[in-house]
Structure formats: structure tokens, C-alpha cells
């Protein structure tokens, strides 16, 4: 399998002005941090608020630039700092963030959402674009319908199915989501984790998922790195870090986060759809 994204030595400062009586420091916030996500495969990374889990997630959505170690798209080392992506590099990365509602433009309809990103990156006519549009909502599990409708009129878990609507529109190499299925309900959760399942299958996607939620982590995750104060403090498949943790803290974690059985919410959520389907029939 080929790598699609990797990170050798990966770390990023901040310079916190000081104060009269206080002077200036530069904060490390990740520090030297190594990871590779195989094609199709998901990387999930872990951690307490603070650890550098979306500070590291910025920089592989190509956010913010390293400031230092190298970072590799599909084999190009990239370091946005030296010029703009291109238009080819910003295509292969695409970023899903955790507030649905924040991330879309109120005043913007469903539709132009998502041709934006054609628009901007793609020499496509306008029908082509819509054509495109139409068809990715109806690969979300949103209607074609929808495409002259304002973020306001849908519900939350549906917003967020448009902003992964949106997200894919260029045909990315990689995904990355901060928090992504966070502020939904557990059931929502479990259908949109259903829906990131699907897509990975249908178009070969990778995903680098940050999230805070072990049971969500357990449910996606083909790969787990667990952070702890901008360090990478263990990394393993996903069976391996949960039968077996080996350093402290992420026994700690574990010990101290309450899991909800996301395999259960699943199944009831098919149970429901089942019993609609067999109601309509």
C-alpha cells in the first residue's frame, strides 16, 4: 500500500509575548512528532484538550506551516511557508471541522458551497459544476433538492454531511477531521461514522481523525497515536492500543473516559431504518 500522508520530526512553536514583569517564550506545542497513513487507511489521534492533536491536525490540512521536521503528501515534502500550495497540492488535502454550522457561510446557499471549491480549482463550466454538486449531496445521503437551501434549514447532522459534501468535491487523497462527529447526537454520530465508512470504501480515502472519544476512536480507527503534551506517547493498530496499552498515560486515559458502545447505537439506528423501510412497503 502507498503512503499518503507522513510526518518525520513534525513540531510547532509559538511565540507568547511577555508581559513588565514577564518575558517573552517560544511554547513547543508538537513536538518532533513521526506518523505514515496508509492509502485507505484511517489514523486517529488522541488526547486530552491541549495535547497538540488539532495543532498537528492544522498542519497536515496544510493550515499552518511546521516549524520544523518534514511533512509528505503522496510522496511531496511540502512546507507551505516556502510558497502557496498549489492548486493540485490543496486539492489532494480537504479539512472536515467540528462545528457543521461554523464551517458553512449562513448567507451562502447549499449549492454554492460546494461549486466554490470547482470554481476556484477547476476550469469546469457552470451545468458541469451543479451536475457534480447534485450528485455528491445524493452520495452524502442529502436530496438534489437541497442544493438551493440555506445551512440554517437542515439539522445538524445534516450540515455536516454537506460540509463533507464539500470537503470531497475536489476528489481528495486525504481527509482530516477535528472532532468532526463531536457536537452531533450519539445516534447522529453513528450515522455519519457510517457515512465516512462508506466514502473511505467507495473512493479509496484516507482520513487523519482527531477526536477525544475512545468509543469513536475504536469504531474508525485502522491506526491510533495518542498525544500527550505535544508527544506522540504511543502509536499501534487500533487492536493493540486497546487490548494492550503499554505507556501510562494512555492507560490513564482509558481508565478515566467514560465509553459509549458506538456498535450498539449502530444497531439501533439499522433497526429503525429497517422498521421505516418495512412501514413504507
Do not use: W
Request: proline share 4%; aromatic share 6%.
Amino acid at each position: 500500500m502507498s503512503i499518503v500522508v507522513e510526518g518525520k520530526g513534525l513540531t510547532q512553536d509559538y511565540h507568547v509575548a511577555g508581559g513588565l514583569f514577564r518575558p517573552s517564550k517560544t511554547v513547543r506545542a508538537v513536538k518532533g512528532v513521526d506518523f505514515a497513513v496508509e492509502r485507505g487507511k484511517t489514523l486517529a489521534i488522541v488526547g486530552e484538550s491541549g495535547s497538540g492533536k488539532s495543532t498537528l491536525a492544522r498542519i497536515v490540512a496544510l493550515i499552518d506551516r511546521q516549524s520544523g521536521g518534514t511533512l509528505r503528501i503522496e510522496g511531496e515534502d511540502v512546507d507551505i511557508g516556502t510558497g502557496k500550495p498549489t492548486r493540485a497540492l490543496r486539492s489532494k488535502v480537504q479539512m472536515v471541522f467540528q462545528n457543521p454550522y461554523g464551517s458553512l457561510n449562513p448567507r451562502q446557499k447549499v449549492g454554492e458551497a460546494l461549486t466554490e471549491p470547482l470554481l476556484l480549482n477547476s476550469d469546469l463550466d457552470g451545468p458541469t459544476r451543479r451536475e457534480k454538486a447534485e450528485a455528491m449531496l445524493e452520495k452524502v445521503g442529502l436530496q438534489r433538492a437541497h442544493f438551493n437551501r440555506y445551512p440554517h434549514m437542515f439539522s445538524g447532522g445534516q450540515r455536516q454531511r454537506i460540509a463533507i459534501a464539500r470537503a470531497l468535491m475536489l476528489n481528495p487523497a486525504l481527509l482530516v477531521l477535528d472532532e468532526a462527529v463531536s457536537a452531533l447526537d450519539l445516534s447522529v454520530q453513528a450515522q455519519v461514522l457510517n457515512l465516512l465508512a462508506d466514502l473511505q470504501e467507495e473512493f479509496n480515502l484516507t482520513y487523519v481523525f482527531i477526536s477525544h472519544d475512545l468509543s469513536v476512536v475504536r469504531y474508525i480507527a485502522d491506526e491510533v497515536m495518542v498525544m500527550n503534551k505535544g508527544e506522540a506517547v504511543e502509536q499501534g493498530s487500533r487492536d493493540a492500543v486497546f487490548t494492550d496499552p503499554q505507556h501510562p498515560y494512555t492507560r490513564q486515559l482509558f481508565a478515566a473516559t467514560p465509553i459509549t458502545d458506538i456498535e450498539a447505537i449502530r444497531a439501533r439506528v439499522a433497526r429503525r431504518k429497517a422498521a421505516r423501510a418495512a412501514a413504507l412497503a
